[in-house]
């Protein structure tokens, strides 16, 4: 979606979706994301969605590559309007080929990051790389940061979360369980990890990896109702 198109489009996605509600239709969006946290985050607000995931060609692992210098803050923002482009091309080239299946409609897209002070702790890629990162995080306090974009328009949550410290064995009962892999900095706060968490300052649903409160905000100005 162009951006000079952007302020018109969403006036014109606001006025659709107010009479879908007016007509007492449930509205819809696509959700770009794999993560079933964040398909159980939309159902408890109430949002019918259907996925959007990218095809196996797409090499959506480069869209994550960390960049020199960059802040958290910065990346899990530039990230997330990554996804959120490529989402778009994505459904064009689909609803071109099989507009009945795949009607245009709004896409979300969201990124959670876990930053150590400026250190961006990514997915693990192994159980030596999960171990590393759970020592790093053990009696610290780290930042918690994600991301959400809704038709071009994006909101940041972060949060502050305090561990109490780990011994090896917890750290090592962890790793074999599996849940670290494919998690931001090796860890689900809706885990066995949420055990360790001795406090949060933020937005637990944000943690999860989309913030209920952000997301909403985002949609009521499409139109939807809460």
Known sequence: MPEHDQSASNSTLAQDLAQAHARGDAPWLYLASQSPRRRQLLDQLGVRHALLLADADEDAESLEAERAGESPEDYVQRVTQAKWRAAIERLQARA??????????????????????????????????????LRALSGQTHRVMTAVCVHGQL????????????????????????????????????????????????????????????????????????
């Open 96 to 133: 071109f080929r099989d507009p009945e299946a795949w009607p245009m409609g709004p896409i979300l897209c969201a990124d959670t990051t876990v930053a150590l002070g400026d250190t961006i702790l990514a997915k693990p890629v192994d159980e030596a790389d999960a171990e590393r990162m």
């Open 155 to 226: 909101r940041l949550s972060t949060s502050h979360v305090q561990w109490r410290v780990l011994d090896d064995a917890e750290i090592t009962r962890y790793v074999a369980s599996r849940e670290p892999f494919g998690k931001a900095g090796a860890y689900a706060i809706q885990g066995r990890s949420g055990a360790w968490t001795e406090h949060i300052d933020g937005s637990y649903s944000g943690i999860m990896g989309l913030p209920l409160f952000e997301t909403a905000q985002l949609l009521k100005t499409l139109g939807w109702a809460f």
